[in-house]
């Protein structure tokens, strides 16, 4: 960038971050490669919904006197489904907060702990919006040691300094599907500073097993600078509707509160979540879908001697001896779109979000014959 903007010391700071680069949208495959039948397997969404129940109450609400309170400001903090989600986790309305998709709130607590510069430290191989949040909102990034497969709590925890503000924590991580053992996560939130907001982003927690799954929600009674995200764009099916939510301390929530903008989340948005947050059958149906795509994905992958990382979420690493970024490119091709994963540090593998059985028979028909050359 050069011109006389760029010598602002803000926007020269701002040039330097690097951009968030989201799965490719279908319809720009269309348009550009001219394809007109395209898998897209890129940003882990839930293949199965959004479900019946759902449109209902957005069809509902696009209809008749509800039609008509569109045009009036929807429910400024989504006080109603702030009861709903309150209910199901067993919480006072008060501790729940919603954002414009949970990366609205990843936002909203890097720019309230950064606002007086300081620290976050994150895993490598983290969502990218982790480091994103916390450089745009004035914060220094430095990353602690994580691999395609392991997380390391105690390198987390050695990489506190002084000036950390945050701590994040993707559990499960994306991109490369790990969690921590309880074990480790209670070492983390027992013994990180008290003063440091702790940020557990359970994106995909939904789609664990909850008889095993520790849920860093179990520890915000024990502390208070502890924020839990999860969000209704992946296993509730919710993702072209933006909308996600915290969990916290009732005075942690009051800080967000204020760098909250008025109105973040829509009336639509606000009511089709209402109806998701309780469809536990739902829940459980994608929940064994997912699990049934992972086992016939690991399957196939050693059929074509390739090795696949990670055990958790709606997605899984696949890691060839080539780049990945050609990989990509040659999938693309043939209409199938994936996530090449050299931004994250991972050169040499795709990210693949499990779609329907007839996607990854697509997926492997594109794949297959690619991959035999050398995985
Ligand atoms: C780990 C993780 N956190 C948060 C998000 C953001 O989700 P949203 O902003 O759609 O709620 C994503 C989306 O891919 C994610 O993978």
Redesign the pocket.
Known sequence: MTSALSSLPAFEHLASIPLYVPGKPIQEVQRELGLTTIVKLA??ENPWGPTEAVKSRVMAAVAGAEFEGLGLYPVSDGWYLRQRIAQRKGLTPDRVIL?N????I?EMVAKAAFLDGGSAVIPKHS?A?YGIATQTAGGRVVESRASATELDVDDLLRKVAPDTRLVYL?HP??PTGIRLERAALERLVRNLREDIVLVV?Q??AEYEDPAEYPDAAGYLDERPNLLV?H????IHAL?AM???YGLGSKELMQYLERVRSPFNTNHLAQVAAEVAVQDLAFEAFSRQKNTEAREAFVAEAAQHRCRTSGTSGNFILLESAFPAAELFKELLQRGVIVRPMQGYGLPNHIRVTFGKPEEMAAFWKAAGPLLDGGC
């Open positions: 940003s882990n954002g998709g949970s990366s609205e990843l969502f919006i993707g991580n994306n982003d994106a995909y995200l969000t209704f764009s992946k993702a933006r909308i996600g």
